[in-house]
């Protein structure tokens, strides 16, 4: 197994000067059965489908900077159109025009998109698009599904976390994904004044299996909304482009009113998009909302050159089949040892938990933590992401590493396959 000496020493330092040391959801997860001494805490460089931590350990990446990398890092079409952009300009007194070939490829698209308006990060698109609803409708109240994760802004978090008042939160309502009776209620009890309800494409929130949407269910949940004067928010900050280039919604059969894009959008450089329809064009135009990079050109060179190339491989479709290939692998391997994992959600993002008996996530730490100290980079607790750039020799890689690490853990707990 791996060893993690340069990681810790960089970790001790980092705790001194940076708070939490790893601030956020890079850094060393709490609650964990195993210790996080168990896992490497710094990259030192990356390429295609792998990364290298401190200590020269190198890994299979399946969770994609927990997103960004959807061709492979430092993919060599995507830094030759950032590096030429950059040598002309990026960051100036007005915008570049680039700006408006970026909008214009992301309406070409997207299907639900009759404009785009660029910012940084996921959270930038969903604030935005909450405020969208509000502005357009004249409403407050905005509902959630029950595992949603929409970004770290107050709106999003709850009343019980520290920094956040209960006037951030007061407008929230909340209903189980799934449950179309549950969101009928919802919107006939306060009829009038909800402004939007923000969703992803499916559920794939932490700590619990993933889970599709019910057939038929988005047709329903569009046709509330209609019927109730709903705004309907997609949150595609995960899911886009790896499900549908064209949208998760369009992917799912239904047209979002506002859609947000960030994670896949140009590869690992920084830029979000929100999209949406004509009828909330004049709503967003209206609203005070910009920052210092949000029309940095090198990002928007980027994301063309990343789009053009997503289309051109077909890039869902073939994250479906490596997705698929893997998780059925990993399955079957598991149950040579007498052990059942669970894949759950898109192949592409797919999402793992490995059967415990007593209902607990013990076993499945403890098989991710071996899995990660042999060269598998896996979490146990979040979906996982494909990139184009892996490769079936990965894949079968992946499966061996992963049955080693099956072993130990049945061997560890006296189960026979
Ligand atoms: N929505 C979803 C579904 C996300 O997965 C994330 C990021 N994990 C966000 C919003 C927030 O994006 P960001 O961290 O870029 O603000």
């Not at 995507?78 to 680039?98: C, G, H, N, T």
């Not at 988005?218 to 019927?227: I, S, T």
């Not at 549908?244 to 979002?256: C, I, T, V, W």
């Not at 980027?302 to 077909?314: F, Q, S, V």
């Given at each position: 197994?791996?060893r993690?000496?340069?990681?810790?020493?960089?970790?001790?330092?980092?705790?001194?000067?940076?708070?939490?040391?790893?601030?956020g959801?890079?850094?060393?997860?709490?609650?964990?059965?195993?210790?996080?001494?168990?896992?490497?805490?710094?990259?030192?460089?990356?390429?295609?489908?792998?990364?290298?931590?401190?200590d020269?350990?190198?890994?299979?990446?399946?969770?994609?900077?927990?997103?960004?990398?959807?061709?492979?890092?430092?993919?060599?079409?995507v830094?030759a159109?950032?590096?030429?952009?950059?040598?002309?300009?990026?960051?100036?007194?007005?915008?570049?025009?680039?700006m408006?070939?970026?909008?214009?490829?992301?309406?070409?698209?997207?299907?639900s998109?009759d404009?785009?308006?660029?910012?940084?990060?996921?959270?930038?698109?969903?604030?935005?698009?909450?405020?969208?609803?509000?502005?357009?409708?004249?409403?407050?109240?905005?509902?959630?599904?029950?595992?949603?994760?929409?970004?770290?802004?107050?709106?999003?978090?709850k009343?019980?976390?520290?920094?956040?008042?209960?006037?951030?939160?007061?407008?929230?309502?909340?209903?189980?994904?799934?449950?179309?009776?549950?969101?009928?209620?919802?919107?006939?009890?306060?009829?009038?004044?909800?402004?939007?309800?923000?969703?992803?494409?499916?559920?794939?929130?932490?700590?619990?299996?993933?889970?599709?949407?019910?057939?038929?269910?988005?047709?329903?949940?569009?046709?509330?909304?209609?019927?109730?004067?709903?705004?309907?928010?997609?949150?595609?900050?995960?899911?886009?482009?790896?499900?549908?280039?064209?949208?998760?919604?369009?992917?799912?059969?239904?047209?979002?009113d506002?859609?947000?894009?960030?994670?896949?959008?140009?590869?690992?450089?920084?830029?979000?998009?929100?999209?949406?329809?004509?009828?909330?064009?004049?709503?967003?135009?209206?609203?005070?909302?910009?920052?210092?990079?949000?029309?940095?050109?090198?990002?928007?060179?980027?994301?063309?050159?990343?789009?053009?190339?997503?289309?051109?491989?077909?890039a869902?479709?073939?994250?479906?089949?490596?997705?698929?290939?893997?998780?059925?692998?990993?399955?079957?391997?598991a149950?040579?040892?007498?052990?059942?994992?669970?894949?759950?959600?898109?192949?592409s993002?797919?999402?793992?938990?490995?059967?415990?008996?007593d209902?607990?996530?013990?076993?499945?730490?403890?098989?991710v933590?071996?899995?990660?100290q042999?060269?598998?980079?896996?979490?146990?607790?979040?979906?996982?992401?494909?990139?184009?750039?892996?490769?079936?020799?990965?894949?079968?890689?992946?499966?061996?590493?992963?049955?080693?690490?099956?072993?130990?853990?049945?061997?560890?707990?006296?189960?026979?396959?």
């Amino acid at each position: 197994p791996f060893r993690f000496d340069k990681s810790q020493e960089a970790f001790r330092r980092a705790t001194r000067v940076i708070p939490a040391g790893i601030p956020g959801h890079l850094g060393p997860a709490e609650g964990l059965h195993i210790p996080h001494e168990a896992f490497p805490k710094f990259s030192s460089k990356a390429e295609g489908t792998r990364f290298w931590d401190l200590d020269g350990n190198e890994y299979i990446d399946y969770m994609c900077g927990y997103g960004p990398n959807v061709l492979g890092y430092r993919d060599k079409d995507v830094d030759a159109a950032a590096r030429a952009q950059a040598r002309k300009e990026d960051v100036v007194s007005l915008p570049s025009s680039i700006m408006v070939d970026f909008a214009e490829l992301l309406v070409d698209t997207v299907a639900s998109a009759d404009w785009a308006f660029f910012a940084k990060n996921g959270g930038d698109t969903t604030t935005l698009a909450i405020m969208t609803a509000r502005a357009a409708t004249g409403r407050k109240k905005i509902v959630f599904i029950k595992g949603f994760y929409h970004g770290v802004a107050p709106w999003t978090q709850k009343l019980d976390y520290p920094g956040v008042l209960e006037e951030d939160v007061a407008n929230n309502l909340y209903v189980p994904w799934n449950d179309l009776a549950a969101l009928r209620a919802m919107f006939t009890e306060h009829r009038g004044q909800i402004a939007g309800l923000i969703a992803q494409p499916y559920m794939h929130g932490n700590f619990v299996d993933n889970e599709l949407p019910a057939a038929g269910y988005w047709r329903a949940v569009r046709a509330l909304c209609d019927e109730f004067g709903v705004v309907l928010i997609v949150d595609d900050v995960r899911a886009g482009f790896r499900l549908d280039l064209a949208g998760s919604d369009h992917y799912f059969g239904f047209e979002a009113d506002l859609i947000c894009f960030c994670k896949a959008l140009a590869n690992g450089y920084n830029v979000s998009a929100l999209c949406g329809k004509d009828a909330l064009k004049e709503a967003v135009s209206a609203i005070t909302y910009t920052g210092s990079y949000w029309m940095s050109a090198v990002p928007f060179a980027a994301g063309i050159a990343t789009l053009k190339k997503l289309r051109a491989l077909e890039a869902p479709a073939l994250f479906e089949r490596l997705g698929t290939q893997l998780t059925d692998g990993l399955v079957a391997a598991a149950s040579g040892h007498g052990l059942t994992l669970v894949a759950s959600g898109a192949p592409s993002l797919f999402y793992l938990r490995l059967d415990d008996p007593d209902g607990s996530l013990m076993l499945h730490q403890e098989w991710v933590a071996e899995c990660v100290q042999r060269g598998v980079f896996i979490t146990s607790h979040h979906n996982h992401f494909i990139n184009a750039a892996l490769t079936e020799a990965d894949i079968a890689r992946t499966i061996e590493i992963a049955d080693e690490a099956f072993a130990i853990v049945a061997a560890r707990h006296g189960i026979e396959g």
